[in-house]
C-alpha cells in the first residue's frame, strides 16, 4: 500500500450502444475528448499504488466535472432546473455531458432526458469519486497523509507555452506547494519544460478530493501527447517507455514527500 493513490478519468475508450445511438457524428471525432492511452504510462508507471482507470468514454460523462454545476441545458433536459450559473466549461461546450468534439457544436441528435442523465451520474460518476473518496480515506487512515495524483494528457501546446508538461493544484487549494514542488523538480530534472496551473490548473476531482488541511493533497499532471504517442497521435509510441518511468520517479517523490511529514503510524 501507498499513501499515493493514482487516477485516470479521461482515457476510456468504451463507447456504449446507447450513446452511438444518440450522437450523430463518428466515433474517431469523438475519441479527441479522451486522454489517449494515458491510462498506457499509468499502468507502466504505477506499482503498489492504488490505480483508478475510468473504462467508459469521456464522450459519456465526465468525471472531472460537477454533477451539478457543469451540467449544460443545451444537451441536458435537467439542468435548466438547478438553479447554478453556467461554468465556464459548460459555455465552452465541455461541460458534465460533452456537447462538442472534434470540431461538432453539438455530437448530440437530441437532448438526453433528466432520467438519461441521472442514470450516467449514478452508475458512472458516483462510484468513480466514491472510489477515489475511499483509496484516499484508506491511504490516510494508514498514513496519516494522502496524495491523489489525477493522471491526464493534453495536445502539443505549440507557440501557447513551450511546456511539455502541466502540474495544476489549483493554485494550492488542492495541495501543499511542497508536493506539486516536488513534481516540479522531477520534470526539470529530466530536462522537460514544465508549468505550473497554466493553462491548466486541476478540475472537478482536485476540487472535490483534494483537502490539503486534513492532510488529503491532490495535483494534476498534463502530459504532451507526443511525448509517449506516436507520430498521429492515435497509438503508444516509442517515447511511452520513458514517460511511464518519469511518472514512476513522479510517484517515488510524492511518496517520499508524504513518508517524510506523515504521522508516527506511517513507520509501523
Same mark, same amino acid.
Request: proline share 7%.
Given at each position: 500500500?501507498?499513501?499515493?493513490?493514482?487516477?485516470?478519468?479521461?482515457?476510456?475508450?468504451?463507447?456504449?450502444?446507447?450513446?452511438?445511438?444518440?450522437?450523430?457524428?463518428?466515433?474517431?471525432?469523438?475519441?479527441?475528448?479522451?486522454?489517449r492511452h494515458v491510462d498506457a504510462v499509468a499502468h507502466a508507471a504505477v506499482e503498489r499504488e492504488t490505480l483508478l482507470v475510468a473504462r467508459k468514454a469521456r464522450a459519456w460523462i465526465d468525471?472531472?466535472?460537477? #454533477?451539478?454545476? +457543469?451540467?449544460?441545458?443545451?444537451?441536458?433536459?435537467?439542468?435548466?432546473?438547478?438553479?447554478?450559473?453556467?461554468?465556464?466549461?459548460?459555455?465552452?461546450?465541455?461541460?458534465?455531458?460533452?456537447?462538442? #468534439?472534434?470540431?461538432?457544436?453539438?455530437?448530440?441528435?437530441?437532448?438526453?432526458?433528466?432520467?438519461?442523465?441521472? +442514470?450516467?451520474?449514478? %452508475?458512472?460518476?458516483?462510484?468513480?469519486?466514491?472510489?477515489?473518496?475511499?483509496?484516499?480515506?484508506?491511504? %490516510?487512515?494508514?498514513?496519516?497523509?494522502?496524495?491523489?495524483?489525477?493522471?491526464?494528457?493534453?495536445?502539443?501546446?505549440?507557440?501557447?507555452?513551450?511546456?511539455?508538461?502541466?502540474?495544476?493544484?489549483?493554485?494550492?487549494?488542492?495541495?501543499?506547494?511542497?508536493?506539486?514542488?516536488?513534481?516540479?523538480?522531477?520534470?526539470?530534472?529530466?530536462?522537460?519544460?514544465?508549468?505550473?496551473? %497554466?493553462?491548466?490548473?486541476?478540475?472537478?476531482?482536485?476540487? #472535490? %478530493?483534494?483537502?490539503?488541511?486534513?492532510?488529503?493533497?491532490?495535483?494534476?499532471?498534463?502530459?504532451?501527447?507526443?511525448?509517449?504517442?506516436?507520430?498521429?497521435? +492515435?497509438?503508444?509510441?516509442?517515447?511511452?517507455?520513458?514517460?511511464?518511468?518519469?511518472?514512476?520517479? *513522479? *510517484?517515488?517523490?510524492?511518496?517520499?514527500? #508524504?513518508?517524510?511529514?506523515?504521522?508516527?503510524?506511517?513507520?509501523?
Open positions: 500500500m501507498s499513501p499515493v493513490v493514482v487516477s485516470v478519468p479521461h482515457a476510456g475508450r468504451d463507447y456504449p450502444d446507447a450513446m452511438l445511438a444518440l450522437v450523430g457524428v463518428p466515433v474517431a471525432r469523438l475519441t479527441m475528448l479522451e486522454d468525471l472531472n466535472r460537477s #454533477a451539478i454545476r +457543469d451540467r449544460d441545458s443545451q444537451v441536458d433536459a435537467g439542468a435548466s432546473r438547478l438553479a447554478v450559473s453556467r461554468s465556464d466549461k459548460v459555455r465552452s461546450g465541455i461541460g458534465l455531458i460533452p456537447r462538442r #468534439a472534434g470540431g461538432a457544436d453539438n455530437i448530440w441528435r437530441r437532448k438526453l432526458t433528466e432520467a438519461e442523465v441521472a +442514470d450516467r451520474i449514478a %452508475h458512472d460518476h458516483a462510484p468513480y469519486h466514491a472510489a477515489i473518496d475511499a483509496a484516499l480515506s484508506a491511504a %490516510h487512515a494508514r498514513f496519516g497523509v494522502a496524495v491523489l495524483l489525477d493522471l491526464h494528457s493534453m495536445p502539443p501546446l505549440g507557440g501557447f507555452t513551450p511546456a511539455r508538461i502541466v502540474i495544476g493544484d489549483r493554485f494550492g487549494k488542492a495541495c501543499a506547494p511542497r508536493f506539486s514542488g516536488r513534481i516540479d523538480a522531477v520534470v526539470r530534472g529530466e530536462g522537460v519544460p514544465v508549468a505550473v496551473n %497554466h493553462p491548466y490548473a486541476g478540475g472537478h476531482i482536485l476540487e #472535490a %478530493h483534494g483537502r490539503p488541511r486534513a492532510g488529503i493533497h491532490a495535483v494534476q499532471l498534463e502530459i504532451d501527447r507526443s511525448l509517449y504517442l506516436d507520430a498521429a497521435l +492515435d497509438l503508444p509510441g516509442p517515447g511511452l517507455p520513458r514517460v511511464a518511468a518519469l511518472v514512476r520517479a *513522479i *510517484i517515488a517523490a510524492l511518496t517520499d514527500e #508524504a513518508l517524510g511529514t506523515a504521522w508516527p503510524l506511517a513507520a509501523e
